[in-house]
Nanobody, 123 residues
């Protein structure tokens, strides 16, 4: 059974940085991993994702150049480094994994989801 556990959320001020981690257990090293987020009163949205080999991460336009996803090849720990945070980045951040590639254009949601970690950015 695949389990995803996020850590690192918290309350920060606008302009600050925050680092989220996701550890996957029971998952194949060949799974893609990604992040989604959901702000209060809004639909869940794609943040970014990375392939099994740790290369070619893809990001939502809203976070590109501010957020960085990293993951070692054949590893099942993924890190989301968030810089220059804005109040609109506030939300619950979910770690995801799937045997298929994860992207903003994926037709289906990732199969596996973590419980989420809260990120709050104050102005």
């Amino acid at each position: 059974q695949v389990q995803l556990v996020e850590s690192g959320g918290g309350l920060v001020q606008a302009g600050d940085s925050l680092r989220l981690s996701c550890a996957a257990s029971g998952a194949s090293v060949y799974y893609s991993m990604g992040w989604f987020r959901q702000a209060p009163g809004k639909e869940r949205e794609f943040v970014g994702a990375i392939g099994w080999n740790g290369g070619s991460p893809n990001y939502a336009d809203s976070v590109k150049d501010r957020f960085t996803i990293s993951r070692g090849a054949f590893e099942t720990v993924m890190v989301l480094q968030m810089n220059s945070l804005k109040p609109e980045d506030t939300g619950v951040y979910y770690c995801t994994a799937d045997s298929r590639p994860i992207s903003a254009h994926s037709m289906e949601n990732p199969r596996y989801w973590g419980q989420g970690t809260q990120v709050t950015v104050s102005s």
